[in-house]
């Protein structure tokens, strides 16, 4: 095999947050093309804090805290304990998961490595949100065999976000301008082309700034190699928010965006520096930053670290 058929081969593979586990048998009944997946994840999640503006849905404190769940298969056993329905069956909008951008990110990389698609999910930040900055966000990248390509899709946005938002652009094949990986938003504010504190979550006073970048650039390290975490979960290198950068902190960052700017060439070293750094390797024990506490790092059943 190629460098690249080995690259493709990996990410056409679940990982451990998006193998179906227990519920294996339910991805042999999803349809083939990626429009039709996409439809798909955006009828089994509806974003919690838009869920009563948007859609008209008020959810209970026990499903809103589905948005910590990790492993695909547990977000599976939630969405049926919702609704019994197939995941291709019409659900309204009360009868599905509550999702941030993660769950919608992870639901699609997951069905489409059950299609045999390659499939990565990318942390960053989106620039369509309407607030002039840079937001926190994540995306899915897949292999288009067609075009010989990766391309990148935003899951969440269904009819009634791209309504809210206004969007008129392909949301299922974006740009670099559209949604900026972590490596090239760390590469922007080092480069002094874009004030870091334009990066992060907007509403959220204080959630802004070089030190999110930085942990943005850990999470997208993890998802590279197939943990795709939550986007509050922190751990190893993901920096406090009070962080003064050191020189060799800021060539340790400045090393991982390059990395990530090219994950083909460079996924072998990925894979490598993750796996023997622990500031990258996701721990057995999580800090989940949203809830303030620590947790285990739930795996599927199925699947071991």
């Given amino acids: ?27 042999q009944y999803l349809p083939d093309s990626v429009p039709e997946l996409v439809e798909v994840v955006q009828n089994l999640g509806i974003y919690d804090l838009f869920a009563r503006d948007f ?22 056993e ?12 019409t659900r309204t909008p009360n009868e599905r998961i509550a999702c941030r951008c993660h769950a919608f990110t992870k639901l699609i990389v997951s069905l489409l490595r059950a299609k045999g698609i390659p499939a990565r ?14 937001e926190d966000h994540w995306v899915c990248e897949y292999w288009n065999a067609s075009d010989n390509r990766w391309v990148m899709i935003d899951a969440q946005l ?8 206004g969007i008129t652009w392909n949301t299922l094949d974006m740009n670099n301008e559209q949604f900026l990986v972590a490596g090239k938003a760390w590469q922007l504010c080092r480069n002094e082309t874009v004030e870091p504190n334009r990066f992060g979550i907007g509403f959220v006073e204080g959630m802004h ?17 197939k943990m795709e975490m939550l986007p509050w979960d ?21 090393e991982l965006a390059t990395l990530t700017l090219s994950p083909d060439s460079n996924l072998e070293a990925l894979q490598t520096r993750y796996q023997n750094d622990e500031r990258l390797r996701v721990p057995e024990i999580i800090f989940n930053n949203l809830r303030q506490q620590t947790e285990p790092l739930i795996m599927p059943n199925t699947i071991s670290l």
Avoid at 55 to 76: A, C, K
Avoid at 209 to 223: E, H
Avoid at 242 to 254: G, P
């Fill in 1 to 27: 095999m190629t460098h690249q058929q080995d690259t493709l081969a990996y990410y056409a593979e679940a990982g451990a947050f998006t193998d179906f586990g227990q519920y294996a048998d339910h991805s």
């Fill in 55 to 76: 859609y008209g849905v008020t959810l209970s404190d026990d499903r809103m805290s589905h948005i910590h769940l990790r492993p695909v298969e547990t977000m599976l």
């Fill in 78 to 89: 939630a969405l049926f304990a919702v609704s019994d329905k197939a995941l291709t069956e």
């Fill in 121 to 134: 999910a990318r942390c960053g930040f989106g620039t369509y949100f309407g607030t002039g900055n840079y």
């Fill in 158 to 165: 269904d009819a009634t976000w791209r309504e809210k938002l």
């Fill in 209 to 225: 700034g070089l030190w999110f970048v930085a942990g943005n650039l850990v999470r997208d390290v993890a998802a590279l190699n």
């Fill in 234 to 254: 922190v751990w190893g290198g993901a920096p406090a928010s009070a962080t003064t950068f050191t020189d060799e902190q800021l060539a340790f960052y400045d």
